[in-house]
């Protein structure tokens, strides 16, 4: 039987560490695992784009029909390309991770003074870049869990049975499944005629699925504001929890103190996070 808990869940890990085996001054070696690390970077933040459209799409696949048995043809494509993509992140990220250990050591021998100007800022990237990549795939087994698999789970569908069918779609290239058309107003006998020359129309877009998150103020004496993409969403009162709406999908987070000068977009104000349904983020002032 085909197991339906994809590797992606289970984080990123390095079978050992890397051996660091090169001659002090070789800034070639060090500068080739750098630019590794990027391009891993890239490619996992490609995956990651995509892994959200996938959900994207199965989610508002499911609400199309809201009745009914599963609709396995029209939800499997995306279903699989989802876990597929997920895979490619968690196997990407497991690279992301040697890279990140090897140039940490070789920073730590001090090798990082050898390189030029563009590479040490390059290096000081690093850190960062992989912390994010571990928040971005624990946000993005939320989405695959709790969001998508909430839906899957309240529709009946087996994932087991979405995986064989979703891999059997892309195997024989078939198209996406797409929405039935609204019936046509141009007469009574079917579409309009195009004009000549006329672009076609394009395809709709699909949905994006509102979600609910929550921001936890209870430790915090002063109200926060809560922006969201640079526009101010609401309020969070001191000691108090509150939820909000948004799109699923990944954000920009501002959450200023209602007595501070700091306005969203300053230095260290803006956190990204991948928001799904259920999603919260605590405030812990006990520690100011």
């Known amino acids: 039987e085909m197991s339906v808990a994809p590797s992606f869940l289970s984080g990123f890990r390095v079978e050992g560490a890397p ?7 070789d800034s070639e070696f060090f500068k080739r695992h750098v630019d590794r690390f990027r391009a891993l970077d890239k490619a996992m933040e490609a995956a990651r784009r995509s892994f959200s459209r996938s959900v994207q799409a199965a989610v508002a696949a499911l609400g199309h029909e809201r009745r009914g048995a599963c609709p396995v043809d029209r939800v499997a494509r995306s279903f699989y390309e989802a876990r597929r993509e997920g895979e490619t992140y968690r196997a990407l990220g497991a690279e992301l991770e040697s890279e990140e250990v090897l140039i940490q050591q070789l920073d730590d021998l001090g090798e990082t003074a050898a390189l030029t100007p563009d590479y040490r800022w390059k290096v000081n990237q690093v850190a960062g870049r992989y912390r994010q990549a571990l928040v971005d795939l624990k946000e993005m087994r939320l989405a695959f869990q709790t969001q998508l698999g909430g839906e899957l789970a309240h529709r009946g569908c087996k994932q087991a049975e979405l995986l064989a069918r979703g891999a059997d779609l892309v195997a024989s290239q078939a198209p996406v499944a797409e929405a039935e058309p609204p019936p046509d107003s141009g007469g009574a006998g079917g579409k309009p005629p195009r004009k000549p020359g006329a672009e076609p129309p394009a395809a709709p877009a699909i949905p994006a699925t509102t979600i609910t998150f929550y921001v936890d103020n209870r430790s915090c004496a002063a109200g926060q504001q809560v ?3 640079g526009e101010l969403l609401g309020e969070v009162g001191s000691s108090a929890r509150a939820a909000f709406q948004a799109l699923a999908g990944r954000h920009a987070l501002c959450l200023i103190p209602g007595d501070s000068p700091a306005r969203c977009g300053d230095p260290g104000t803006i ?5 799904h349904d259920g999603w919260s983020i605590g405030l812990d002032c006990a520690r100011n």
């Open 19 to 25: 051996e660091v085996e090169v001659v002090f001054g």
């Open 227 to 229: 922006y969201l993409d």
């Open 271 to 275: 956190r990204a996070a991948f928001l």
